[in-house]
């Protein structure tokens, strides 16, 4: 029998998204597959949108999936948040089988960041289904119809491999989508920023199609196998960002492996996610310095302290100078720029 994958899809504000990526999962060929949407304190029409999209009919317009008509129907079941987690303690033997084109929808009654919001579904996952691997999947994606299949298959032949990521290209790179985002990670602590993807920006010409150990996953599509779970959520001291660094980094300490799968393939709209956020650069960079204390050493923080406001602070500020010269804006900036201070002064304070 197949191994039982718990999908938990994150929904904030982008029900459109949410759409393709679901209808996208319900082609894939993989069978024990249970997928659990959590919405994140939708302000917008999401969770009626998401329930008229079960009832079927929806049109999509999307320029990597092939739809003919409308959706067909999907059957779901809805929890608020307090709900899902007294159901999901009764239910801890776990479901067996999935019905077919079914999603478990849990609406928060507020907005608790990526990281957390990610948990509230993983704790539903492992308590309610008892998958043996759960895949974090960004709702900006859509996925290949083997993508699953190919990523348990790899994460089946290893005991120590604990978190698998696809091959991930922009869904519309000027027009292309075959121009790589993602092909694996690699963290170097004297470089500008000290994570990047691999293959970034390059067109896929079969360069990055051997399964490879990687240093870090991306979030954006991140199958792990439950027992990471279980031992350790995501940190949800990063509202959006580095909490995926840190959890590979995390693992890969415990002595498991993180590895990239180039056969399993994900179509991925760079940046939808945080242009919803707005511009928020100094909570970003207090995430990622933050990130940066907690797991490296005190002369690698310092590094990056330094290079923060030698290199980059002035290099954003002129960037702000040049594109956005409205009051509005540059007073959003500086006060980003005191949040940032207060963080590091305060050391322990959240980013």
């Known amino acids: 029998m197949e191994p039982k994958v718990a999908v938990v899809i994150l929904n904030w504000n982008g029900w459109r998204d949410t759409i393709e990526c679901l209808e996208s999962l319900f082609q894939v060929s993989y069978e024990s597959m249970f997928v659990i949407v959590v919405d994140n304190g939708s302000t917008d029409d999401s969770i009626r949108r998401l329930r008229e999209y079960c009832q079927g009919g929806t049109e999509i317009q999307s320029s990597i999936l092939r739809l003919e008509g409308g959706t067909q129907p999907v059957s779901m079941v809805e929890y608020a948040r307090e709900d899902a987690v007294r159901v999901s303690l009764k239910n801890s033997r776990g479901i067996d089988v999935p019905p077919k084109r079914m999603i478990t929808l849990i609406r928060n009654e507020q907005n608790y960041g990526f990281a957390e919001g990610c948990n509230i579904g ?78 970034n920006c390059e067109e896929d010409r079969g360069q990055y199609d051997s399964i490879t150990e990687t240093e870090w996953c991306t979030g954006a599509v991140f199958l792990l196998k439950s027992e990471l779970a279980k031992m350790s959520l995501l940190n949800p001291v990063y509202p959006f960002g580095s909490e995926d660094l ?106």
């Open 122 to 199: 993983m704790r539903y996952a492992l308590a309610a289904v008892d998958p043996e691997y759960i895949l974090l999947l960004n709702n900006d994606t859509v996925v290949d119809p083997l993508f699953l299949s190919e990523l348990v298959k790899v994460g089946e032949s290893d005991d120590r491999i604990g978190i698998v990521g696809p091959k991930i290209f922009f869904y519309d790179f000027n027009g292309r989508n075959d121009i790589i985002w993602y092909a694996g990670g690699r963290i170097t602590a004297w470089h500008e920023l000290l994570f990047r993807q691999v293959g």
């Open 246 to 351: 840190e959890y590979s980094i995390k693992m890969r300490k415990s002595g498991y492996k993180v590895v990239y799968v180039p056969s399993a393939r994900v179509w991925h709209k760079v940046g939808v996610s945080r242009a919803k956020l707005g511009k928020r650069i100094g909570r970003d960079i207090a995430g990622y310095l933050h990130f940066v204390r907690q797991n490296f050493s005190h002369t690698v923080y310092a590094y990056h302290v330094l290079l923060f406001f030698s290199v980059v602070l002035p290099k954003w500020a002129f960037t702000y100078a040049i594109e956005h010269g409205d009051r509005k804006t540059w007073r959003g900036f500086l006060r980003d720029m005191e949040h940032l201070l207060e963080t590091m002064v305060g050391g322990s304070r959240k980013p």
